[in-house]
């Protein structure tokens, strides 16, 4: 019927093509949106024009960003300003709103999976980078602005130019203490910050269809990372066991009918993609970042690299100056690097698997005393979960803090932040420049490294520890 | 939205690679200027440009950092920024449009951008012009030299002029451009479109009856 072999990306995008507008430009109809309090910009935007949320039951707002992960009796002015106007907001739209005492709040990332709000094949946005992360449903899901958030809720499209398609296979079986984040990075060593940019990265091979969905959430998280709006992953049967029973998933008749159209999703063989990447996933040590980029990236059994031995002279003076700010010298062994803080969360790593992973790791011991660590579930239900399985015991006893949901420390927000000079090892997805305080030096690792960097007071090889 | 034509002015130099969402709007904690602004003009539009690139361009006590180009003569009058290779990466916060904007700055030209950030451009009357490496690296040679700093930007032949007078053509989507050269208000030129949307919606419905919302 088809007339050429089409990708997961390009079949999602045509079945939501409503008009074309140009060259290159399309009127593209969107599923489902996410909204979180960086929301509020979009409806002063739809007040000021005097327009109406087409069909709110379409999208699902919660607070995420700015909730104090602690103390949450004494909200902070900031947090009230952005928790009242989400409110006032979703209430005068009619758009459903998880409020910060529901049973289902917590990281937009983390709860529209949770919720089985996702759903493969949909078309997907939220004025957050990291929608990307819904990728790994094989939905066509990324992050747009708050101009472009007014636009979905007013017309149920965005203006949208396609995406070029770029195949990234990861090929091998990694080791089980190498995750879904240590692809993500090992992928953005491979390609750099800028490799995926104007691109949609599909990811495959047989670590990925090894893989959980929750890794498969991180990797697709972190595409956004690697220059592209979208990472993918085609739904396969992980997929479905995952979804099926969710509150919104469908149910019954009608689930059946979805799973048989999710099932023609996946690329067709001999599609083509623009552009194709193979990553050896089966010799993958844990990985970890030196630099301020999040492609800067070395295995935990290397060193940090020297300028003198960069690609070119402007990666030579980022690389300088990302050593300047990291403080950290050419030739250092990663595995000598000591650490200050300890931060598990984020919409990249604070599911019950991540957790898991890292109270796998520190059952039955306890952190540095140099180090301050913190646990940040990504949602309320994972936080019940993780307490029912007892992993809140295990954090509390290793000498973590276990906190409420929220982004907490992956951006410093809401008071969590790390003090200037002070060295992180992070769950999280960005590395940047005073991206978790003015003055943090951020190293992004999976959450079973981070435990082990918690415990060693440096950056330790966890396959030692599991 | 603003309508955008033609625009000659100082261009600035920032030629380091990744330049980020996170550098160009500061989080809250992420600066002197951000951690000290009132919580209402924090991530407002109208207050944006006071926190542009704060954490690079003012210290701790919030004064102007000298080295810090957009802070030298003739820099600081810049309303275009040559940037290095995927400038505006990172998170999708339109605040950073916001905020080059509140300082002025109308045209970033670069060999590649962050897909968001380039979007967000557009929604804003900033343009965004893409062009080869070879050329950003000749335009930002050129504009270092303050007595070559000033560049023509003509969205309607579509070509960036330096003082070397050399036109650099670039491309540019026929539907953006409309939309900046006439200053278009794309929710009202949409919401024309809501009956054709709404056909659309309920044949797609009709095939997938698991969508129930």
Redesign the interface.
Known sequence: MTAHPQTLYEKIWNAHVVEQLGDDVFLLATDRQLMYEGGIHSFAMLRQGGHKVLRPSSTLAMLDHSVPTKDRHALPEATILRLEGLRRGTKECGIPYLDIDDPRHGIVHVVGPEQGFTLPGLVIACADSHTSTHGAFGALAFGVGASETAHILATQTLIQRPSRTMRVELRGRPHSAVFGKDLALAVLRAIGAAGGVGHAIEFTGEAIAALSMEGRMTLCNMAVEMGARSGLIAPDETTYAWLKGRPMSPTGDAWERAVAYWRTLPSDPGALYAKSVTVEADELAPMVTWGTSPDEVVEITGVVPDPTEAPDAGARAAWRRSLEYIGLTPGTRMADVSVDRVFIGSCTNSRLEDLRAAAGVLRGRRIAARVRAMAVPGSAQVKAQAEAEGLDRIFLDAGFEWRQAGCSMCFGSANDSVAPGERCASTSNRNFENRQGQGSRTHLVSPASAAAAAVAGRFADVRDLV | MEAFTTLTAIAAPM????I?T??IY???????VA?NMP??A??S?KHAGANAFS?LRYDDNCAPIPDFILNQAPYDQAKIIVG???FG??????MA?WAIAGIGVRSVIAA?????FF??CF??SVLPIRLPQGEVEELLAMVSDPAKSTLTVDLRAKTVTGADRKARPFEV????R?ALLGGL????A??K??D??EA??RA?RAE??????
Do not use: H, M
């Open positions: 030629p380091k690679p990744n980020n996170d550098d500061p989080a809250a904690g992420a600066s002197a951690r919580a209402e924090f991530g539009q954490a290095g290779p995927n990466c990172g998170s999708s916060r339109e449009v590649s951008f962050g897909d968001i979007n967000n929604k804003n989507a026929a539907y953006y409309e208000d794309e929710i009202a949409t919401s479109r809501l054709r949307i659309f919606d797609y997938r009856p698991w969508l129930t919302f």
